[in-house]
């Protein structure tokens, strides 16, 4: 472990040209928090593996971000009886391809890490019981919270500090990222979802109204809802999907307009407008449609809808 981390700080340095003017006071801080990582990387990776070797069954709140997991996740993992697993890469190719896209890190994100052994530990026990967990969310709002979430990748030209743009730069990008965002959950779903667990997961009717579904193939037993409708029917609906007997009551969730930078956050949601053409590719994909009624999709629109623009044409 201590080995690793010293190899990692001397790349990082020898990338960062100052290979002839090592500092022992920045090497020694550095050297510090690559402990530290390799101690909770080597912490999560065998927690799964112990999971796996254990009767205490497995629940992955499995989710493509900025949906409301991190809630979700911390409820259930107060619960002795499960092992609860925050992940949003677990597939092979998914894993490979978020590698890849933090390739420019100091360090590869644990969650991929734990993904993997995920994936493994999943591949080694073919007949174990899995509880797997998903959340869809409105896709432009969540776009912007992604954008918030990892400005350093996706708004890395313009040097990763939404804090320091014009609000009219901030807003720009945030429009550029709808679709992306969308292509991305889209592909996420068939390959982390139908891919991963060997089904067709939007096979299965949906109703909007119920804002949950609980369904089941093989070993899995699969829970996906609504973000939207979280807080009315998801501790009903939790309590029932993992046998409690009870509600399961979940933490309020953390509100990104309450962060640092939860000022600019609303500011750009305020602000933030998309053209009529945009919005027919969000809102009638395959994802909305399957998960949301005609009346919230329009409420979606219009809420969003630059009507100023849409006026002059």
Excluded at 182 to 194: G, I, P, Q, T, V
Excluded at 237 to 255: N, Q, S, T, V, Y
Aim: charged share 30%; aromatic share 8%; glycine share 6%.
């Amino acid at each position: 472990m201590i080995l690793s981390a010293v190899k990692r700080v001397a790349r990082r340095f020898l990338k960062s040209g100052k290979g002839k003017q090592w500092n022992p006071k920045e090497s020694a801080s550095i050297l510090r928090k690559e402990a530290a990582y390799e101690r909770r990387l080597l912490r999560d990776t065998s927690r799964v593996a112990s999971c796996f070797a254990s009767d205490v069954e497995p629940v992955m709140i499995h989710t493509y971000g900025k949906v409301g997991s991190t809630a979700i996740h911390k409820a259930i993992g107060e619960l002795p009886q499960f092992c609860a697993f925050q992940t949003h890469f677990v597939s092979e190719e998914g894993v490979a391809h978020a590698a890849e896209i933090h390739s420019n890190k100091e360090r590869e994100p644990i969650h991929l890490k734990v993904g993997e052994c995920l994936r493994k530990e999943l591949e080694s026990h073919p007949d174990r019981k899995v509880r797997v967990i998903t959340l869809v969310r409105d896709p432009v709002a969540r776009a912007v919270s992604d954008l918030f979430e990892n400005p350093d990748l996706l708004a890395s030209e313009e040097g990763g500090d939404l804090t320091a743009l014009p609000l009219e730069k901030v807003v720009e990008i945030a429009e550029k990222h709808v679709l992306a965002s969308l292509e991305y959950s889209e592909k996420w779903f068939d390959r982390e979802l139908s891919g991963l667990f060997g089904f067709d997961f939007f096979g299965e009717a949906f109703d909007p109204a119920e804002g949950f579904q609980i369904m089941a193939a093989g070993r899995i037993s699969l829970l996906a809802g609504k973000l939207e409708m979280l807080s009315e029917k998801g501790p009903a609906i939790l309590g029932k999907f993992l046998d409690l007997g009870k509600d399961l009551e979940i933490p309020r969730r953390r509100a990104r307009d309450t962060t640092d930078e939860g000022a600019l956050y609303r500011e750009v949601r305020n602000k933030l407008r998309l053209s009529g053409e945009v919005l027919d590719k969000v809102y009638s994909s395959r994802l909305c449609r399957h998960f949301y009624s005609d009346s919230e999709l329009a409420k979606f629109r219009s809420h969003w809808i630059d009507e100023a623009r849409e006026a002059g044409q």
